[in-house]
């Protein structure tokens, strides 16, 4: 058995002893004499075998069976009884099933990034919060917030700051097992396990890790076997102080097809949100990237970086593909070869921006003024969430994309989530109804366009 597992074993033991001592189902003076001297010999989902030293101690604990598997199911949140088996050292049977031995390298952890860290996470209003959040456990994991549920749409740094936390972790304590997987290889990994006969090795090698970092989580959605397994996992994880980071798309409760016991789990820990970023975070990022290409800010015109941050601020991938398109633009087609120019940008990017030329506005800033009008986020307002206050915001933004922008509907839907383009004719409507049935909401609307800078 590894030391690891044998430490595993020790720490549920103590946690038993603990739980037995403090709901004082059996007298203190037993607990001390009889079974403070045993030891938790093996662990399964089902079953727990102790070991005792002698033949007086196993007769009374094994009196009280029921209480111990009781206290089991309670210490380590099981939903069904657990089967306590009792033998003393000195008589242990070949009959007992053998300690699992696990081969490592069959489950080891996806890669790691090393380039991603806290260093080069670019900080701002969309992101401060996740960025603390995610600092704080890598500096204390399992010490704050169990789990972590980073949540927003693709592109925005989720990934980023789950390998931030394991570089964090891996460089400051090297003893750390980390575990990094996307939740589609955990349901392979869970699936070839059951078909291996290793589902129990696989567990038990999970329950040896320190840091795990669950991304895409909203793909285990629908996967009723993993649900299970994981639902063990975690529950061993988060008992033993074990710190879990997870990242999604959407918050727990809008993940459809996730066990409500799940749901509920990945709520009780702290929940934050990555939001799209702003001009100035946007325009940090888009330096960031060009540094990183070997190039100074004084290689590109001040206005072509601000047109990119203006129009490319969806997501990093979209900053980092507009860089990509114009770096490579301008190698093959601007002659003089010098400073990137304005000209060269918008060549580049041609068909690209999703911008106005009238107003020069984008759909981001719509949402963002929109948002920053009712006190809530992007995130908030481009989600599936139905909430009065959020949908009617929501109706708000897409209407002025389409007034302002003139854009069609299907492009507005891409904006809103993917939201199919008769939702946006409804939106639209919608709101076009209320400015002539409510002038308080009509009011509104007023303000936020001029809050935009064109009314």
Not at 126 to 153: D, H, T
Request: aromatic content about 10%; some cysteine; overall charge negative.
């Amino acid at each position: 058995m590894s030391q690891g597992r044998e430490q595993y074993l020790v720490e549920v033991w103590n946690k038993i002893l603990q739980y037995l001592y403090s709901n004082r189902n059996i007298e203190p003076q037993i607990l001390d004499t009889f079974y403070s001297p045993c030891s938790l010999y093996e662990l399964t989902d089902e079953k727990a075998i102790l070991l005792v030293p002698n033949i007086v101690s196993k007769q009374i604990i094994q009196s009280q069976s029921d209480i111990i598997s009781a206290a089991f199911v309670d210490v380590l949140n099981k939903d069904t009884p657990m089967i306590v088996e009792i033998y003393q050292e000195s008589n242990l049977p070949i009959t007992i099933d053998p300690v699992i031995q696990i081969d490592e390298k069959e489950f080891q952890s996806m890669p790691i990034q090393k380039e991603r860290t806290f260093d080069n996470f670019v900080v701002g209003d969309c992101n401060r919060e996740s960025q603390a959040a995610a600092l704080a456990c890598a500096i204390n994991p399992g010490k704050f917030f169990n789990p972590l549920f980073i949540y927003g749409n693709s592109g925005l740094g989720k990934t980023h700051l789950l390998m931030a936390i394991a570089n964090y972790v891996q460089k400051n304590d090297p003893t750390k097992k980390i575990y990094y997987t996307e939740s589609l290889k955990f349901v392979e990994n869970v699936v070839n396990a059951i078909h291996d006969g290793k589902i129990d090795a696989f567990k038990q090698y999970l329950y040896s890790i320190d840091l795990l970092l669950v991304d895409d989580i909203q793909f285990l959605a629908g996967k009723e076997k993993s649900h299970e397994i994981f639902f063990t996992i975690y529950n061993e994880l988060v008992n033993n102080r074990k710190q879990i980071c997870i990242a999604s798309d959407r918050q727990p409760k809008e993940i459809k097809g996730l066990e409500d016991r799940l749901i509920s789990r990945f709520s009780s820990g702290l929940s934050v949100g990555i939001d799209s970023p702003e001009f100035e975070t946007s325009m940090a990022i888009l330096k960031m990237k060009i540094r990183q290409n070997s190039y100074g800010m004084d290689d590109v015109e001040q206005e072509a970086l601000a047109y990119i941050a203006s129009n490319f601020s969806g997501n990093v991938r979209d900053l980092e593909g507009a860089w990509n398109r114009v770096l490579f633009y301008a190698i093959q087609f601007q002659q003089d070869g010098g400073v990137i120019k304005y000209e060269t940008v918008l060549n580049a990017l041609k068909n690209q921006a999703v911008v106005s030329d009238k107003t020069g506005l984008s759909p981001k800033k719509i949402i963002k003024t929109v948002a920053d009008y009712y006190g809530l986020t992007r995130q908030q307002i481009t989600s599936k969430t139905r909430t009065k206050n959020i949908a009617n915001a929501r109706h708000i933004s897409i209407y002025l994309c389409r007034k302002l922008l003139d854009l069609p509907y299907i492009k507005i839907g891409d904006e809103f989530g993917g939201r199919d383009h008769s939702t946006i004719i409804s939106a639209c409507t919608k709101v076009e109804t209320q400015i002539h049935k409510d002038k308080v909401f009509a009011r509104a609307v007023e303000e936020i366009e001029k809050q935009i800078g064109v009314a």
